[in-house]
């Protein structure tokens, strides 16, 4: 693995090649807020909240800094106007769907966004997909996933599955930045417990 | 649907993985909509695990969890058919079959749907069933072309 050497904030620093901004940063102890960032997980660019400016050859553009692998000569800022600018709007939109986030909150105190922006619509889920990848990659389970699309998209646990392995993991339970997840688990344990299992009628 | 027929589709795709839709689609035209143990039967043939299917399941327009009726019953709602007076026509429907748009009677004979254009705007007002066009239909001609399907 080649090195590659870059600036962050103006500090010249050292990264392996195929390496992402947000990791060098966080080696160099630079803070970059995430919120769908998880060390033991593959990047996934969810929550957008990580977005840095990067300039090379003199030209700049916004980039996400948990996907965007390291190049030479790159020269990152992670603070500025027009960054914060980007960081308030979008924790202005997440607020909307889940406004009792203190992960959420914490943020918005920081860059000043204002969370009566956009008309509440709580689904408290931001859609970061911490809970189904931690699932998939880590435990390998497969419990919980996304299910249906665009703005009705929506993390749905798979009974069966969530009865048997669910109850001594809960791994992914703190792992989520609102109360979508165990609200959906609760949800899916009431309905195991309540109804008989469906039997699809298959002719 | 029995299961047999969903092992030979999947067996014709070689129980791969990545004919996960390849097979979704057939058993989708064949059986008209995916219950939950065939759905079950594919993640265990295919190795995909069950929430990766339902999540595609779910994603795609062309899939239904739930059954879907012997005919399809598209109302055109674009903008020729509505200025043409869509809305009645779809009024017209909903009352000779009794169901809402995106529901299936209870003989499962038709499933309602508007689609937003069939680009046909010439024809409007527009009603197609099956894939078969009714073009410059009025609310009256509904009921008498929909009594033809059984």
């Known amino acids: 693995m080649s090195k590659v050497l870059l600036k962050i904030d103006g500090k010249e620093v050292e990264a392996e090649e195929g390496m992402t901004v947000l990791e060098t940063a966080q080696d160099e102890g630079i803070g970059i807020p995430t919120l769908c960032h998880h060390k033991k997980l593959e990047p996934y660019g969810a929550c957008r909240i990580c977005t840095v400016e990067a300039e090379k050859n003199g030209r700049s553009k916004l980039v996400v800094s948990c996907v965007y692998p390291v190049e030479k000569d790159l020269e990152v800022t992670t603070r500025s106007e027009k960054i914060d ?4 709007t ?7 769907h889940a406004p009792d986030s203190d ?10 966004a204002n969370k009566d922006r956009f008309e509440k619509e709580p689904s408290f889920c931001i859609h970061c997909g911490l ?4 699932c998939a990659e880590v435990k390998g389970k497969f419990a919980v996933g996304f299910i249906n699309r665009g703005s009705r998209r929506e993390i749905n646990f798979i009974p069966e599955l969530a009865a048997t392995e669910c109850w001594n993991c809960k791994e992914c339970f703190p792992l989520c930045p609102t109360s979508a997840l165990q609200a959906a688990y609760m949800f899916t344990e009431a309905q195991i417990s309540e109804t008989p299992v469906f039997e699809a009628d298959s002719k | 649907m029995d299961i047999e027929k969903v092992d030979q589709i999947i067996d014709k795709h070689n129980s791969e993985a990545s004919s996960l839709i390849q097979v979704l689609l057939e058993i989708q035209s064949e059986n008209r909509w995916l219950p939950r143990q065939i759905l079950e039967r594919i993640s265990e043939k295919l190795e995909v695990p069950l929430s990766r299917i339902q999540h595609i399941a779910t994603f795609y327009k062309a899939f239904s969890l739930i059954p879907k009726g012997r005919h399809e019953v598209h109302i055109c709602m674009g903008t020729a058919c509505h200025v043409r007076g869509a809305q009645n026509v779809l009024t017209a429907v909903e009352d000779y079959t009794g169901i809402k748009p995106g529901e299936t009677d209870l003989d499962l004979k038709f499933s309602l749907e508007t689609v937003n254009c069939l680009g046909c705007c010439a024809l409007g007002p ?14 009256a001609e509904t009921a ?3 009594k033809k399907y059984e």
Not at chain 1, 85 to 88: A, F, M, N, T
Not at chain 1, 90 to 96: N, T
Not at chain 2, 126 to 135: A, L, S
């Open chain 1, 85 to 88: 600018r980007v960081r308030r």
């Open chain 1, 90 to 96: 979008i924790l202005e939109l997440l607020l909307s």
């Open chain 1, 131 to 134: 809970c189904v990848r931690y």
């Open chain 2, 144 to 146: 008498d072309a929909l």
């Open chain 2, 126 to 139: 527009v009603m197609e069933v099956d894939g078969q066009i009714h073009g410059k239909i009025s609310p």
């Open chain 1, 103 to 112: 992960q959420l909150r914490k943020l918005a105190e920081e860059y000043g």
